[in-house]
């Protein structure tokens, strides 16, 4: 194992502390242990907040998109591990402006059942939360089980929308719409090529074969669909944008919005050879891309692989999209 760390089991305290350092003039700890943060000017008075978290190890997914137009706090667990309900109350009666939390996470055990916790808590405290969870990995379930698929980088869009509703100045019920709309209409299809090496650990989450790729794997690893030999980027491209597709038909005339994902050793020369092929087989079935995302928005530590994320939009998202945002990670200005 070759990481630049310390000490292995300190990874996540370290990161934490070097990221605070970096954005002072963004974020903000609300946990003597740094592992609930929040928007420098929260609580944002009158408001609907909204708070997210899950494990470390997926950069910038989760705490990337704390910031102006985006969210306002959010709970950090270990490495691939669930922060605790503890956590996640911390954040949310320090981002409480007075007009309620919503809850956006992915679809994970762990997550689940703390996020879950800490809202029957806040409840009790007089902080009404809502909760939208992200399904969006089309590999996770057949079609029928969606609500039973894993959250990835499609969790982006949710975040994007409901948070430039929430900046409108909508309620909790009109921002928990939003979510839920951009949820139902973002699919995500993954590949990856390499494992990655947990530090605590210290080798291979799993094994790859040279010459091989697996179709659908999970960024913790979870097995895909489909192992096989490695193809080229058109071949790549094309698979998963048919399974795409097939799962979210999207009619000739619709707009959409693409998100093509590193997942943590991709270099970006491959991304855009990815996305010149997503463009031109959509462009093929007359379905016009109306803005693009490319980089890395959810990653699995040095994981060799890609994911294309479609988001199918109507007007009202198509505005929402438009909305600026300033986080640590990224900066989208008003058009």
Known sequence: MKKFINDPEKVVDDMLEGLLLAHADQLKSVRSDNRALARIDAPVRG?????????????????????KGMLDGVTVGDIFASPSSQQMLDVTRAIHGGEGVLYIYGNYGGDVMNFDMAAELAD????????VVATDDVASMPAGYEHQRRGVAGMFYLYKLAAAKAEQGANLDEVKRIAELA?????????????CILPAVGRPTFTIGEGEMEIGMGIHGEPGIQRGKLESADEVAKSLVTAILADLPIEQGED??????????????????????????????????????????????????LSVSILRLNDELRELLDAPFHTPFYTQNQL
């Open 124 to 131: 009790l405290e007089g902080i009404r939360v809502e909760t």
């Open 256 to 305: 959409v919005s693409v998100l093509i994902n590193g997942l943590g050793a991709t270099p970006l020369e491959e991304l855009y050879i990815i996305y010149r092929t997503v463009h031109k087989l959509l462009e093929e079935k007359g379905i016009k891309i109306y803005k693009r995302y490319i980089g890395e928005f959810a990653t699995s530590l040095e994981m060799t692989g």
């Open 47 to 67: 408001k609907v907040a909204i708070a997210t978290g899950g494990g470390s190890g997926h950069l910038p997914l989760f705490l990337g998109y704390v910031g």
């Open 183 to 195: 949820n139902a209409n973002v699919r995500t299809m993954g590949v990856a090529l390499t494992p």
